[in-house]
């Protein structure tokens, strides 16, 4: 249903969005995740054609956004992070504008009730949008996304500000959609995103860092070398069996979770199974094992991995000097020998462009020599000046001896 190619997005130097690539299919419902900055809303906005990019390729349905934008437009509904509301109007007389202005085919008292009634607002359909409450002014935005019955939702925060039952119910309502629609869910609240979303596509500083299911993400990660352990033993003895058998990496003590055992994470050497060493340990101290289980990692761990600041990939040589090239075309002379660096990373490239910019803003600088001269020239009178040339009221007005 959605494809993208190759797509990225420059502001002057800064890159926003660099050369990703996707699909989503027919049906399923895709979270797209990202920190504050990392190129998400960017992306979303070229998607539903709000943005243009600078190269690449985005196909609704197999047609070009940048080619038929009307065409591909009426494909999709979106519901960005602040809804598109206009508070002096009613709830009905919103979506019968909305319903103009998308020129919308399909009858338009039944569509509208349609819509009322799926995302549960037609007690308030006579109201004005501006007496309602948070949760219902999300609900009447992603109604005017509705408009027009679209193939393809993008919503970007839907449950932003809403109070634990509002989530709940917009979860519900997603999945319900999700039956009917294509959607991309954007969404800071991790654990909504596992529940609701069947891939994860996971962007940091504009790249595509993972594209998958969440418990194949984990699986990855994991390298199913991570296990949670319950036993029925002292703690701190147990701890240092534990850490004793060959092959283990890491342990870490939860402490009790019942009453009379404990629970340890531990992680071991990839292709080491532990298993049958510690089951013969603990039997060996008759300390019976209540619980053990491989643990996979939850969306918000994977998340902060893939996104951590001293995971950017830096640049390679040859994009190394096509960087230094660009930027010392844009600068010329303003790109100084101490500046004039080879660029490893996006950081090094903004470093070097703020030091150029401040360079051109102070001016030209007088060579250090020639300045050196006309300070000495200043404060010492030439070899040849006669004591004549001196003003002839300088004695009078100056109080030192003469």
Known sequence: MIEVKNLTKNYGLKRAVDNISFTVNDGEILGFLGPNGAGKSTTMN???????????????????????????????????????????????????????LKKCKLPRKSHLQEICNLVKITEVSGRLIRNLSKGYRQRVGLAQALVGNPDVLVLDEPTVGLDPKQIIEIRNLIKKLGKRHTLILSSHILSEVQATCDRVIIINNGVLVADDTTSNLSHKMNSDNRFTLRVDAPEKEAFKVISSIPGMVRVDSLGQKEPGSCDFVFETDEDVDVRRELFARMAERNWPILGLRSSELSLEEIFLRLTKDDSVTPMTPQKQVEVKQTVAKILGDNLQPETEQVFESAPAVEQAVSQALEQMAQGPAAPAEAAEGESAESQAPSDGADENDAPEDAGENDGGDR
């Open 46 to 100: 070229i998607l539903t054609g709000y943005l243009s990019s600078t190269q690449g390729e985005v196909k609704i349905d197999g047609i070009d956004i940048l080619e038929e934008p009307m065409k591909a437009k009426k494909k999709i509904g979106y519901l960005p992070e602040q809804p598109p509301l206009y508070l002096d109007m009613t709830v009905m007389g919103y979506l019968n504008f909305m319903y103009d």
